[in-house]
């Protein structure tokens, strides 16, 4: 019924863009009903052919650029990566249907408002991607070629976002897990592009900035609720914590950082972990400079999640020189290695989760909490074994995934389907 009624009130091209760009504020689940109301196969044609000679070689970025969020992060390592190329380009912020803060700044002076070139790399979403092209009319696309960059958890591509693939001539993805999870689903190629990883610290905001104890070893786990807590699973760092350290230990320390918590959600992490005066939770919002410098000021950080699309976090900490306790499954593992990192051992279990509903029955990874815990031990107690795993974690990153590194595939990629000429 409410899909019948919005169709109507979307048919008229001017109120769908004005119901669409507000429906950022509405709840996720109810935004993305909208999204898939509005979208008419019928009216929404499909893009005209790329055809050379029509645009001037270049790429157009599309993404969250100024959002506080998994994405955000994401696009804006994109844009670095392209400025870092030398390619003509534009970048292009999208704040439409995405309910994080925007309050990222790093690129306003260069955003555009409009591609240029002939090559588009959209970085959003799916099911986001009905709202862009309302907000985008058929010239932004037509005789360009058009990129998604896609991120997913799970190892199955929900079958209700494959209408999306039309609009697209091939995708990116910035990992082999996401990459395999797509390519089942598609006769578009697939491409992993890793992204060029970046963490800049600033050496003046130390514990004492972000109020923390100077003498305790201090392990980290960080999670945004708009992420799902099932899925970040903070609750399995805390067990893996109590069960490794004595609840009076003075010496040692566990950090929460929680992003875009309600108080509800804070009420309840609170609850959980019970008046331990050796958990700090930080629920203030950070700039990513303030993100990379209370990471770089812990000991260790861990992720005890179930699935990752990339685990930026967990590179960004690797880039720092922390030590990384994870899962070891899902996309973490194409830059995690038992040399690098500690990799904990996991069973599967299903999917149960409200935000992935309709992907119950498809499995993901139930970490071992005491193997967690072991870990922790072992790098409280040696410090030597701490700071190889520093080293070795660093040196894989910016061999590995630097943006020079991420800048050199982007240009590869594109001029070997032939959009970028060899003198470019």
């Known amino acids: 019924m409410l899909k019948r009624i919005i169709k109507k009130i979307l048919r008229y ?66 844009a670095s990566a392209i400025e870092h190329s030398g390619l003509p380009h534009t970048l292009i912020n999208v704040f439409a249907g995405n309910p994080a803060r925007h309050g990222e700044t790093e690129f306003d002076s260069r955003l555009s408002k409009a591609p ?46 494959a209408s999306q693939f039309r609009y697209f001539d091939e995708i990116w993805t910035p990992s082999t897990f996401t990459t395999a999870s797509i390519a089942k689903s598609t006769s578009l ?3 992993t592009i890793p992204y060029g990883v970046r963490a800049e610290a600033d050496a003046n905001m130390d514990r004492r900035y972000f109020g923390l104890p100077e003498h305790r070893f201090l392990f980290l786990c960080m999670y945004d609720v708009n992420s799902t807590m099932e899925r970040k699973n903070p609750m399995g760092a805390i067990d893996a914590f109590f069960a490794a350290f004595p609840q009076d230990s003075a010496d040692v320390g566990l ?20 008046g331990r005066r050796n958990v700090y939770v930080i629920s203030t919002p950070m700039s990513r400079v303030e993100v990379h410098s209370l990471i770089k000021a812990c000991d260790v950080f861990v992720s005890l999640h179930r699935s990752e699309g990339f685990g930026l976090v967990m590179a960004e900490a690797m880039a720092l020189g922390v030590p990384v306790i994870a899962t070891n499954w899902s996309a973490n593992t194409d830059f995690m290695r038992p040399d690098n990192s500690c990799l904990v051992d996991y069973t ?9 509903q309709s992907r119950h029955g498809q499995r993901w990874a139930d970490p071992d909490i005491g193997h967690a815990a072991q870990y922790m031990q072992s790098l409280y107690h040696d410090r030597q074994l701490c700071d190889r795993l520093a080293r070795l974690g660093r040196e894989s990153i910016q061999r590995e995934f630097s943006v020079e590194q991420c800048s050199i595939k982007i240009r590869n990629r594109l001029r070997e389907i032939g959009v970028i000429s060899g003198n470019l």
Not at 142 to 161: H, K, Q, V
Not at 255 to 274: D, F
Not at 348 to 356: A, E, K, P
Request: with cysteine.
């Open 13 to 78: 091209g001017p109120i769908a863009k004005i119901v669409l760009l507000f429906s950022r504020l509405l709840p996720s689940g109810l935004r993305a009903r909208i999204c898939a109301a509005a979208y008419d196969p019928g009216r929404m044609k499909p893009n005209r052919p790329f055809e050379p000679g029509a645009y001037q070689e270049g790429v157009n970025l599309f993404g969250y650029l100024k959002a506080q969020m998994g994405l955000g992060p994401g696009a804006r390592l994109m």
């Open 348 to 356: 599967f279990t299903d999917v149960r989760d409200g935000y992935y």
């Open 189 to 191: 190629p697939v491409v």
């Open 255 to 274: 950090v929460v950082k929680v992003n875009n918590a309600t108080p509800e959600n804070l009420r309840q992490l609170h609850s959980y972990i019970g």
């Open 116 to 161: 240029l070139y002939n090559t588009n790399i959209v970085h959003i979403n799916p099911e986001q991607i009905p709202l862009l092209r309302h907000l985008y009319q058929r010239r932004a696309w037509d005789r360009r070629y058009n990129i998604a960059i896609w991120l997913w958890e799970l190892e199955e591509f929900p079958s209700e976002w």
